[in-house]
């Protein structure tokens, strides 16, 4: 079974800047497209960013020129680059495959105070 490990979370102002980290065990990660995605209170988790096995990417219009994802398969890493951050960023931050195929991990919290 593989396991999420999310990090880099934390209290920031609005403008500010984070880096996020999600580490994967196991030995499925470079060939699967991996996914941030966000929840804030009271809405569904959505997926704001996805890198592809080789390397392309995608996001969400709320996030797109402000995040950027990347990965190192050597690490099994994935990684989330987020600059501007605004309060609507707010809301715990969690990686998995596009697809959602693994267990979710406990995912890392964000707080933009304006």
């Known amino acids: 079974q593989v396991q999420l490990v999310e990090s880099g979370g934390g209290l920031v102002h609005t403008g500010g800047s984070l880096r996020l980290s999600c580490a994967a065990s196991?030995?499925?990660?470079?060939?699967?497209?991996m996914g941030w995605f966000r929840q804030a209170p009271g809405k569904q988790r959505e997926l704001v960013a996805a890198?592809?096995?080789?390397?392309?990417?995608n996001y969400a219009d709320s996030v797109k020129g402000r995040f950027t994802i990347s990965r190192d398969n050597m690490k099994n890493t994935v990684y989330l680059q987020m600059d501007s951050l605004e309060p609507e960023d707010t809301a715990v931050y969690y990686c998995?495959?596009?697809?959602?195929?693994?267990?979710w991990g406990q995912g890392t919290q964000v707080t933009v105070s304006s």
């Open positions: 196991g030995s499925d990660f470079r060939i699967n497209a």
């Open positions: 890198i592809m096995s080789g390397g392309r990417t």
């Open positions: 998995n495959t596009v697809s959602k195929g693994w267990r």
